[in-house]
């Protein structure tokens, strides 16, 4: 059992869950527009997303020399140095449109963790767009949007059309969303100045927003769109109907693995619904 846990928390550490899930984000996108499933894509989402969540995760850890942290440590660079090989290996295969995109939101990525902004714009010594007060979910969900939803379809010349905004949109609420219960959780640990949903609102007011932006995701997809898939209803239910749970009974003192396993593991579970039923 404690070799298991061992195990999960690696699996959590070394960012291997959450580029599952944005994996999973970018096959539900090729899926709605019945785009053949391009495992070169998905493998380099995979591992660029392993190399920049270690990035930002571990980026000041790295100038630590505490022996209880080396092992650690060195284990997640061992997995980082892995995947930034293979990341370059899949990325030979994208032309300069994807590339283009992917050097945007790395920048962005790159930006997030690294020191560069003057003084009066953060609210620490960071300096770097993470720092910058209320920015945090937005910039996060932009860029999981960007490689979930453009990236893909960019790839195949597929045309920027009002569905695929309004799809660009849907996922972005839907990262929000997704990140309201690790800000909730992190109500004990985050500064104040960081000024996240629930310290500026309340846990009750963010589970609020949370069910309302679920409901302008959901309008969207039945209502809005041009391409509904109807055969894809009861998945796209069952998927918000699941994260809508998951936010209403966030709380500070969650489990270990609350959000950081189950939250994250919703695209996961909502993209092998998606490859059961097609």
Not at 31 to 40: H, K
Not at 79 to 100: G, W
């Amino acid at each position: 059992m404690n070799l298991l846990k061992q195990l999960i928390n690696f699996y959590i550490n070394s960012s291997i869950h959450v580029a599952l899930s944005v994996v999973s984000l970018t096959g539900i996108t090729m899926l709605e527009y019945t785009m053949s499933i391009d495992y070169s894509i998905l493998m380099f989402v995979f591992f660029s997303s392993i190399i920049g969540y270690n990035f930002v995760k571990y980026y000041g850890l790295a100038k630590l020399h505490h022996r209880s942290l080396v092992n650690w440590l060195n284990s997640i660079r061992v997995v980082s140095v892995f995947s930034f090989i293979l990341m370059c290996y899949y990325a030979l295969q994208l032309d300069a449109k994807a590339l283009s995109l992917i050097g945007v939101l790395a920048l962005f990525t790159f930006l997030y963790a690294t020191p560069f902004l003057p003084e009066r714009f953060i609210y620490d010594n960071r300096q770097n767009l993470r720092s910058i007060s209320g920015l945090k979910i937005y910039i996060i969900a932009l860029v999981w949007t960007g490689v979930t939803v453009f990236l893909p379809l960019i790839v195949v010349n597929f045309d920027i059309n009002l569905d695929v905004l309004i799809t660009a949109f849907q996922r972005f609420l839907y990262v929000i969303v997704l990140m309201l219960p690790f800000e909730i959780r992190d109500l004990r640990f985050d500064n104040l100045k960081l000024s996240t949903v629930p310290q500026k609102i309340g846990i009750k007011q963010t589970k609020y927003v949370g069910s309302v932006l679920l409901g302008v995701f959901l309008f969207l997809e039945i209502v809005v769109k041009n391409e509904f898939i109807r055969n894809d209803l009861m998945p796209f239910l069952i998927i918000t109907l699941s994260t809508w749970l998951f936010l209403i009974f966030a709380k500070i003192d969650q489990g270990k693995y609350y959000s950081a396993f189950w939250v994250e593991g919703l695209p996961i579970f909502w993209f092998a619904i998606l490859l059961i039923i097609h």
